[in-house]
């Protein structure tokens, strides 16, 4: 069960995520396509208090290839645990201009730190 002595760290990163998704919406302005698949665009912030089991966070824009439908954009939260490991998490689809809108959306901040949560979340099982 996510432990909410956690919360208090996760409300302090709040700046930062909304930092790192502004910064994301440029990066995407200038260098997302509207169509073709490009490199992984990633925007990273970290959990400053040393608390948390997800040391480093990203915000990514990506691409991908859905079936007779074209290529598709979307958001993900990702972290780097203390150990090492990897994990990621898809937040949102759409098309590129859809991706910017929501990265520039305060709902999304919220959005992430729910995302953050989840994960720690199931860490904590």
Same mark, same amino acid.
């Given at each position: 069960?996510?432990?909410?002595?956690?919360?208090?760290? %996760? $409300?302090?990163?709040?700046? !930062?995520?909304?930092?790192?998704?502004?910064?994301?919406? =440029?990066?995407?302005?200038?260098?997302?396509?509207?169509?073709?698949?490009?490199?992984?665009?990633?925007?990273?912030?970290?959990?400053?208090?040393?608390?948390?089991?997800?040391?480093?966070?990203?915000?990514?824009?990506?691409?991908? %290839? $859905?079936?007779?439908?074209? !290529?598709?954009?979307?958001?993900?939260?990702?972290?780097? =645990?203390?150990?090492?490991?990897?994990?990621?998490?898809?937040?949102?689809?759409?098309?590129?201009?859809?991706?910017?809108?929501?990265?520039?959306?305060?709902?999304?901040?919220?959005?992430?730190?729910?995302?953050?949560?989840?994960?720690?979340?199931?860490?904590?099982?």
């Amino acid at each position: 069960m996510y432990s909410e002595r956690y919360e208090p760290y %996760i $409300e302090e990163m709040t700046e !930062d995520i909304s930092d790192a998704a502004r910064l994301l919406a =440029l990066d995407a302005e200038r260098n997302v396509p509207e169509t073709g698949l490009f490199p992984k665009i990633t925007v990273e912030f970290k959990d400053k208090s040393g608390i948390l089991d997800i040391t480093y966070w990203q915000l990514n824009i990506c691409s991908f %290839i $859905e079936g007779g439908n074209g !290529d598709k954009r979307y958001l993900e939260v990702s972290g780097t =645990l203390k150990g090492g490991y990897k994990m990621s998490c898809f937040n949102f689809a759409g098309t590129t201009s859809e991706c910017i809108e929501m990265l520039r959306n305060p709902f999304y901040v919220e959005n992430v730190k729910q995302t953050m949560r989840v994960n720690l979340n199931a860490m904590d099982d």
